[in-house]
């Protein structure tokens, strides 16, 4: 069974930072791409970061580049997502999936909790 479980999310004042964990288990991250979503309340879900296991690339929105950092533990079947600089809209539900590549809607297993990240001002 694909599983991507993720953690470390919490609440942080603004300027803050926090670095978000992504469990992946039954997935093949070599031949693919992991990827962080988010979604704010009354908010439809975007995407944040990914990461290609091909290339080691990395894609940011541009919402968060510059202050975030996706990188992986390929040992540890563990992708990160560091949070730097957060601001209040940063707060909402963050997702990990396993993705076709970074370039793709196309993404792997089902939607799970998520972990909720609060941003106060």
């Known amino acids: 069974e694909v599983q991507f479980v993720e953690s470390g999310g919490g609440l942080v004042q603004a300027g803050g930072s926090l670095r978000l964990s992504c469990a992946i288990s039954?997935?093949?991250?070599?031949?693919?791409?992991i990827g962080w979503f988010r979604q704010a309340p009354g908010k439809e879900r975007e995407g944040v970061s990914c990461?290609?296991?091909?290339?080691?690339?990395?894609h940011y929105a541009d919402a968060v580049k510059g202050r975030f950092i996706i990188s992986s533990d390929n040992a540890k079947n563990t992708v990160y997502l560091q949070m730097n600089s957060v601001k209040p809209e940063d707060t909402a539900v963050y997702y990990c999936?396993?993705?076709?590549?970074?370039?793709?809607?196309?993404?792997?297993?089902?939607w799970g909790q998520g972990t909720l990240v609060t941003v106060s001002s």
């Open positions: 039954g997935f093949t991250f070599s031949n693919h791409a």
């Open positions: 999936k396993g993705r076709l590549d970074c370039h793709s809607t196309l993404v792997f297993g089902s």
């Open positions: 990461i290609s296991s091909s290339d080691g690339r990395t």
